[in-house]
């Protein structure tokens, strides 16, 4: 006689599998870090009816290109009995075996951790708010962020919990700020974009320039050069390719969306503004040659700039002590304003001519929606190989490296200003170096900031969207880059 089953034990294998691995995985996280917490109660379908953990933080998009070289990073400050303020994680993704895949590869040569893994969707706002509900602080990893982020912030920002991504998109930082600011700040979320090489370095390289110019000295000007070197050969993010073809696609609605915006506070800097200068310059003191470079960072610097004036001695943290308020403030004050420009640099002028012909191709082709498709179907080829859809290999991204030298151009004495002497006296040249971009340095920074986030809350500001440099600079984020092999020197004052 055939037994007949009861209808809900009619899963297919797959669906067994799924719930399975949300289950066994929800169960570890309740053994393994040793808190009182509530195990999930799951439905048919395997959503997650009520939290069971707040995790320190949560990665999410962690099988990504870069998503999964940030867990690689995360695990080795991923101690629960340590003095490492990350005690609890969870990766958090469309597809869960991804997930588990991305965890190996990132543990690798040792076991994967047991660490949980939540589905989250980022085309599914339930999946997301119940996600946020769950952390401290959001990692996002999920790009174009000008097509993905969005919800993932106001998730964060109506749970109240704090967000940090790598995004290096002026225009999704300046809609959101222009959108979720006010909220964030009334529900004590803290909202942070560009946390990674984009615009870390050169937030922090600004002001590691500006701080060497002592009063009565000061800057008019900073010119920062990026150098992109390797061994083998440079290969881009696919991400940052696939946004800058989209960046060129919407920049005239940026344009219209910056005139209804009021106008920001503006720096009070010594001296006349800089000339346009050539094209293409040959920078001698550093020995490279250089072309503008349409990044986010000089848009990200010149925000920190324009908060700093409004807030001169720093934003104030959520409890800070007295200590920590004169130590703040002492900081800021020796941070001098400057004209702030990016280019990209290559030791030779042939070097030059590739990337301005790569520009022309994206600044061209992204036009249109068919000359995007071209462009995002192609990419090895209109990049000039610079740029392919499996990324970068391992020892592509062990070879390569980063110089960013910042030029600055000043006054030995502000006095002589009122003198009629208009014209910078001064230079002094500083550099950051690092490992490769998108997926060494961009961890580093970010797993940085987020343990300033875990251990340091109270000296930060209750909520709001804002820069990395307004919320970091006065940290001790420069001594920790450098602990964790990104360098700042001093070159040469002339």
């Given at each position: ?5 009861p209808?809900?034990?009619n ?13 066994s995985?929800?169960l570890?996280?309740h053994f ?21 953990i ?11 290109f ?30 869960p075996s ?13 076991p994967?951790?047991?660490?949980p ?8 706002p ?27 912030v ?50 922090l ?26 061994e083998k ?40 503004p ?14 490279v ?23 001169p ?12 308020i004169a ?29 301005i012909?790569?520009?022309?191709f ?18 090895s ?26 030029v ?6 502000c ?24 997926y ?30 307004i ?24």
């Amino acid at each position: 006689m055939k037994r007949v089953m009861p209808k809900y034990f009619n899963l297919n294998i797959q669906r067994s599998k799924q719930m399975f691995l949300l289950f066994s995985t929800k169960l570890e996280s309740h053994f393994f870090y040793g808190r009182k917490s509530q195990i999930f109660k799951t439905n048919m379908e395997g959503e997650e009816q009520s939290p069971k953990i707040i995790y320190d933080i949560i990665i999410l998009g962690a099988s990504g290109f870069t998503g999964k070289y940030v867990v690689r990073e995360a695990l080795k400050f991923f101690d629960a009995s340590s003095s490492s303020p990350l005690k609890t994680l969870a990766l958090a993704g469309r597809n869960p075996s991804k997930l588990a895949q991305a965890l190996e590869w990132a543990a690798h040569p040792n076991p994967p951790p047991a660490i949980p893994i939540l589905t989250a969707d980022t085309t599914d706002p339930p999946s997301l708010r119940r996600l946020c509900s769950q952390a401290r602080l959001i990692l996002n990893c999920v790009g174009p962020f000008r097509l993905y982020g969005e919800p993932v912030v106001a998730a964060c920002v109506e749970s109240g919990c704090d967000y940090l991504d790598i995004c290096g998109e002026p225009e999704f930082m300046e809609r959101m700020e222009a959108a979720y600011h006010e909220k964030a700040s009334e529900k004590g979320s803290l909202v942070v974009s560009a946390c990674g090489f984009d615009s870390v370095p050169a937030e922090l390289g600004l002001m590691f320039n500006s701080r060497q110019w002592v009063s009565p000295a000061a800057p008019n000007r900073v010119e920062a050069y990026v150098s992109l070197e390797s061994e083998k050969r440079v290969v881009g993010n696919m991400g940052t390719y696939e946004s800058a073809v989209l960046g060129v696609a919407n920049a005239g609605k940026l344009q219209e969306f910056r005139r209804s915006r009021p106008r920001r506070a503006r720096p009070v800097i010594p001296g006349p503004p800089p000339p346009k200068g050539p094209t293409i310059e040959h920078q001698k003191q550093i020995g490279v040659w250089a072309v503008k470079l349409p990044s986010a960072d000089s848009i990200v610097v010149r925000r920190t700039l324009s908060i700093l004036t409004e807030n001169p001695r720093g934003l104030p943290g959520v409890n800070e002590s007295s200590e920590q308020i004169a130590k703040k403030e002492a900081f800021w004050s020796t941070v001098k304003p400057a004209h702030f420009g990016v280019k990209i640099s290559s030791k030779s002028l042939l070097g030059i001519f590739r990337i301005i012909t790569v520009g022309i191709f994206i600044g061209v082709f992204g036009i249109t929606a068919f000359g995007r498709w071209l462009l995002l179907k192609f990419p090895s080829v209109f990049s000039l190989g610079w740029f392919r859809k499996k990324g970068p290999s391992e020892d592509e991204v062990r070879s390569a490296s980063f110089k960013m030298w910042f030029v600055g151009h000043g006054f030995s004495d502000c006095r002589l200003l009122s003198e009629g002497n208009m014209k910078p006296d001064s230079e002094i040249i500083t550099r950051v170096m690092g490992p490769e971009i998108g997926y060494l340095t961009t961890p580093i920074i970010l797993l940085q900031c987020t343990l300033i986030v875990l251990s340091q809350r109270d000296n930060l500001p209750k909520g709001g969207v804002f820069p990395p440099g307004i919320v970091f600079g006065h940290t001790d984020l420069q001594q920790r880059l450098q602990e964790n092999g990104i360098s700042f020197d001093v070159v040469s004052r002339n």
